[in-house]
C-alpha cells in the first residue's frame, strides 16, 4: 500500500509570491493533516482535512489555506511569502481509525528569497 | 506556549549503551503520547506510543515510559545503534481529538561506533 506522497521535493520562491505545495495520503484515508517545520523547530500543526472538509487549523495566518479533493489529495497555499516561510512542509495521513499513528510523507522543503 | 517540550536539544552515546530521550508536557488534557524518529531529508517516522492508561510500553529494542504525576515521558533505546542515530520527538494528543499532534522541539542522538 501506498504512503503519502508529497510534491515537489524542493520549491524556492521570492518574497511576497505565491506557493502551492500538493499531498497525496494513504490510498483509501480520508483524512490529510499538514505540519511545518522550520529550521531548528519542531513541527507545528498547520491544517486538518478529513472528507473535503477543513476540521481545523492551528495557528497561523490566513495566507496559510489550503484545500481537499474529491479523491482527498490536499494543496496547501501559502500566500504573500515571507522569507519565515522557509521551512519543511509535512504532510500526514492515518492508516486506520483515529487513534492510529500519523505517517507523514517526506516532505516539501519551502525555501523564500 | 510550548505544550510539549524536550529540554535537551541533544545527546550522545556510545554504541550498545543506552539511551534515554526525555519529553515533558503541561497539558493535562492529553492522554495519548508517541515518539517519532526522523533522518534528515525523511519524514518523521512512528516509533512508539502510549497511552495514559499505561506507564510502560516496549516494543523490541524501544521501551516508553510515562509518568503522569510528573507530566513526563522518556524513550529508552537498549542497546543504541549507530542506525539510531536521527532526531526524536515526542507528540502528544487527546484521544479521539482527531490526531491533532502536539510535537517537541526534538532531541538529535547521536550513537557513536
Known amino acids: 500500500e501506498a504512503g503519502v506522497t508529497q510534491s515537489p521535493t524542493h520549491l524556492i520562491k521570492t518574497r511576497g509570491q505565491q506557493a502551492t505545495l500538493r499531498c497525496s495520503p494513504i490510498?483509501?484515508?480520508?483524512?490529510v493533516y499538514w505540519y511545518q517545520q522550520a529550521l531548528g523547530l519542531g513541527l507545528q500543526f498547520l491544517l486538518w482535512?478529513?472528507?473535503?472538509?477543513?476540521?481545523n487549523r492551528g495557528n497561523f495566518p490566513p495566507r496559510f489555506s489550503g484545500r481537499q479533493f474529491p479523491n482527498y489529495s490536499s494543496e496547501l497555499n501559502v500566500n504573500a511569502l515571507e522569507l519565515e516561510d522557509s521551512a519543511l512542509y509535512l504532510c500526514?495521513?492515518?492508516?486506520?481509525?483515529?487513534?492510529?499513528?500519523?505517517?507523514f510523507g517526506n516532505g516539501t522543503r519551502l525555501t523564500v528569497t | 506556549d510550548q505544550q510539549v517540550k524536550q529540554n535537551s536539544p541533544s545527546l550522545s552515546v556510545q554504541e550498545g549503551r543506552i539511551s534515554i530521550l526525555n519529553c515533558d508536557y503541561t497539558?493535562?488534557?492529553?492522554?495519548?503520547f508517541l515518539w517519532y524518529k526522523k533522518y534528515p531529508a525523511e519524514g518523521p517516522t512512528f516509533l512508539i506510543s502510549?497511552?495514559?492508561?499505561?506507564d510502560k510500553n516496549e516494543d523490541g529494542r524501544f521501551t516508553v515510559f510515562l509518568n503522569k504525576s510528573a507530566k513526563h515521558l522518556s524513550l529508552h533505546i537498549v542497546p543504541s545503534q549507530p542506525g539510531d542515530s536521527a532526531v526524536y520527538f515526542c507528540?502528544?494528543?487527546?484521544?479521539?481529538?482527531?490526531?491533532?499532534?502536539?510535537f517537541g522541539g526534538g532531541t538529535r542522538l547521536m550513537v557513536k561506533p
Open positions: 500526514a495521513g492515518r492508516w486506520g481509525d483515529y487513534n492510529s499513528p500519523l505517517h
Open positions: 490510498s483509501g484515508h480520508t483524512s
Open positions: 482535512y478529513d472528507e473535503g472538509e477543513e476540521r
Open positions: 497539558n493535562s488534557m492529553f492522554d495519548y
Open positions: 502510549i497511552s495514559s492508561i499505561k
Open positions: 507528540a502528544a494528543t487527546v484521544n479521539n481529538a482527531g490526531n491533532m499532534l502536539t
